[in-house]
Structures are given as C-alpha cells and as structure tokens.
C-alpha cells in the first residue's frame, strides 16, 4: 500500500475539515507516493516513539498530537523537532498527525476513552453545530458504584503513569451516568454540570477551577494524565487499519510511555484540616 492509501483511510475516519482552527493536522513529512507495510500510533511524536517506529521497520508514524502545532521558519538538524524530522526522513518514514479531528470524530478520542472505561455512550457532551458529532462523550455504567470504586476502575482501565488517578467529591457517591473527554478538559465544566451526569473524566485539571466546581455542588471529578486519557485512542485508530487493509499493512501501537513526569512522592507531613 501507499502511503496515500493510508492517509485516505485516516481522512475518512478523521476529517481534517473538523479540526479547530488553530490545529496543525496532516502529513508532516514523507512522500505519499511511498510503499507502507507497516504503521506505529503513538499519542506523542516524541524522540522515544520516533526511535521506536525506526527500531521496528515502520514506514509511518501516526500521532495524535501535532509535532509543529506552532508556525516554525525552518526544521535545522540542531533543532529538537528538527531533529525528529531529519530522523524520520532518513529513515525512511512519514510522520501524520490526527488531534483534534480525532477528538471530534465518531468514534474517536473520547469514545475509546470511553470504552476503556466501561461506558456505553449516549451522545456527545458538547454537540458540534452546525454538523459532526461534537466533542466529550456522555455514558452510562451497567450498574452504579460508590466514586472510590469508580476511580479504581478508571485507575485499572488505563496505563499507569506517576500522576495516577485522583477525584474530587464524596467518596461515597454513586457513579452511574458519566461524561468523558480525552485530554485536558477543564473547559467543559460548566457544560458538565447541565449535562446530568454522576461524574466527570478527564486530564490537566487545576486546583481553582476543581474547588468552584465541587463547592458549587457540581458532579464529581476524575482527573487523569493528559497522555493516558488519549492513549486508547491509539488501539482505535489502529484497529480502523487493520480493517481497512486486511492484512496488507502491520498496524501496531507503541509501547513507549510518553508521559512526561517521572518521578512521584507522598508528603507524610502532618497538617491541613478536611
């Protein structure tokens, strides 16, 4: 196959026509022209998983977020993402981004969040207008838990990072009805709290907005990595592939975990009140 057979499939799971304005999407380098027989997705185009798809003979890097998401002059060798082009070149492999057009498509980011998590979905958390299926996912367990147990499912359902899984609420409260949104979400709260959900999942939550939310009785928080929200999605894009080829192209995910913090601590001093 083509790598121009590839960024077909890509375009019709993932139209870049519904990435937000500001978004960098599409192929950022290699020659459509190109034979691929084997495709790596990661989250991250990152020197790890780029080292990754060099190591495992593929043609294509297939990365939710954008490498040059700013305007750049030039990508110079001595440059990091420069560096991760001329690689990339070398090696004979193309680099294409799917971000937020991933996000809003049906299925995409937050669906295979989601899934991971156990839901089944009802609709979109916040419709797309005029047209396209908007973005977040809203969703229902098959039976209630108590939000201690539903953070330990979500802990169980992705990749363990140093960050972990935290939540904001009462323990005790009962977890049926969800929203979703992969990556940082924090800019769906006021539109969690009229969606009649239990609870809400998602990724770089701050402490401000975290407090307002909760103390104005809004539902419950869950807050995850940015990277290990958007990490199922790799597992969906890959699966999308494998259908439309048949066998033709090897489709794998990285194994490489491109969260960025590495080191974590609990503080075992005395002080605070509840």
């Known amino acids: ?5 590839v960024i077909a499939v890509l375009e019709s799971a993932y139209p870049p026509k519904t990435a937000e304005t500001w978004d960098a999407v599409g192929l950022v380098c290699g020659d459509p022209q190109e034979e691929v027989t084997r495709v790596l997705v990661c989250v991250d185009p990152t020197s790890s998983t780029v080292d990754e798809a060099v190591e495992r003979g593929a043609q ?10 700013k305007g750049v002059n030039g990508v110079p060798a001595d440059d990091p993402k420069g560096a991760l082009v001329h690689k990339l070149i070398r090696n004979g492999a193309a680099l294409y981004c799917a971000h937020t057009n991933a996000d809003s498509a049906l299925p995409g980011v937050s669906d295979a969040l989601a899934k991971a998590i156990g839901l089944t979905v009802t609709g979109p958390l916040e419709p797309a207008e005029p047209e396209g299926t908007g973005l977040g996912r809203v969703g229902e367990l098959a039976e209630p838990e108590p939000l201690r147990a539903f953070a330990q499912r979500v802990a169980a359902a992705l990749p363990a990072t140093v960050q972990g899984v935290r939540a904001a609420g009462d323990p005790e409260r009962l977890i ?8 940082a979400g924090d800019s769906f709260l006021d539109a969690v709290k009229h969606a009649g959900v239990d609870a809400y999942v998602t990724a770089d939550l701050r402490h401000h907005p975290v407090s307002e939310h909760i103390e104005s009785g809004g539902p419950a928080l869950v807050d995850v990595a940015h990277w290990a929200s958007e990490w199922p999605w790799c597992e969906q894009a890959a699966e999308i592939l494998r259908a439309a080829f048949g066998g033709r192209v090897d489709v794998l995910v990285s194994t490489r975990r491109t969260d960025p913090w590495t080191v974590g601590a609990t503080s075992t001093a005395v002080g605070g009140h509840a």
């Open 176 to 183: 049926r009805r969800v929203a979703v949104c992969g990556g």
């Open 1 to 5: 196959m083509k790598l121009a057979d």
């Open 60 to 69: 294509l890097v297939l990365a939710h977020h954008p490498l040059l998401l």
